[in-house]
């Protein structure tokens, strides 16, 4: 049965946090503090982060393969950390929500997922794929996000 990975390089990673940014005029005083994403810094291997919150990463799709059904069957996120403990995953597929599981990291590792339906199932996917993570800095941690892939298979 054909089975298939789709993969997003870290440097897809996004966050959704909020961090101040002051404005100064020609003179250097003090204009406003405007408020924008957090882009992390880009690296060769991947996107650093520090702060705690959810960070998205888009993974194109493959729903059909020669007319068979493609499944999830498993979610991979290779990323490094310090003082940062992982606390949720949510898949959407496009809008609309697909699958929500937690699990614990302390310090550094992998996050491998097999998401199944309420009977144990795999998951149908129609359509891209978004993955959100949470994680929470225990105290001055950082967070590298290497890769994120999605195996998908014909099998159920």
């Given at each position: 049965?054909?089975?298939?990975?789709?993969?997003?390089?870290?440097?897809?990673?996004?966050?959704?946090?909020?961090?101040?940014?002051?404005?100064?005029?020609?003179?250097?005083?003090?204009?406003?503090?405007?408020?924008?994403?957090?882009?992390?810094?880009p690296?060769?291997?991947?996107?650093?982060?520090?702060?705690?919150?959810?960070?998205h990463?888009?993974?194109?799709?493959?729903?059909?393969y020669?007319?068979?059904?493609?499944?999830?069957?498993?979610?991979?996120?290779?990323?490094?950390?310090?003082?940062?403990?992982?606390?949720?995953?949510?898949?959407?597929?496009?809008?609309s929500?697909?699958?929500?599981?937690?699990?614990?990291?302390?310090?550094?590792?992998?996050?491998?997922?097999?998401?199944?339906?309420?009977?144990?199932?795999?998951?149908?996917?129609r359509?891209?794929?978004?993955?959100?993570?949470?994680?929470?800095?225990?105290?001055?941690?950082?967070?590298?996000?290497?890769?994120?892939?999605?195996?998908?298979?014909?099998?159920?």
């Amino acid at each position: 049965m054909p089975k298939t990975i789709l993969c997003a390089h870290g440097n897809a990673f996004c966050s959704e946090q909020l961090v101040p940014v002051s404005f100064f005029d020609g003179d250097g005083r003090f204009l406003f503090v405007d408020f924008r994403l957090d882009s992390g810094t880009p690296r060769g291997w991947g996107r650093t982060f520090n702060l705690s919150g959810w960070y998205h990463v888009a993974i194109p799709n493959i729903t059909y393969y020669d007319d068979a059904q493609m499944f999830i069957h498993e979610i991979l996120i290779l990323f490094r950390s310090s003082n940062m403990t992982f606390n949720q995953i949510d898949i959407w597929e496009g809008g609309s929500f697909l699958w929500s599981g937690a699990a614990a990291v302390a310090s550094a590792g992998n996050l491998l997922f097999r998401p199944r339906d309420a009977s144990g199932r795999t998951l149908f996917a129609r359509s891209g794929l978004g993955i959100s993570l949470n994680f929470t800095n225990t105290g001055g941690g950082f967070l590298a996000f290497g890769s994120a892939s999605v195996t998908l298979d014909t099998r159920r």
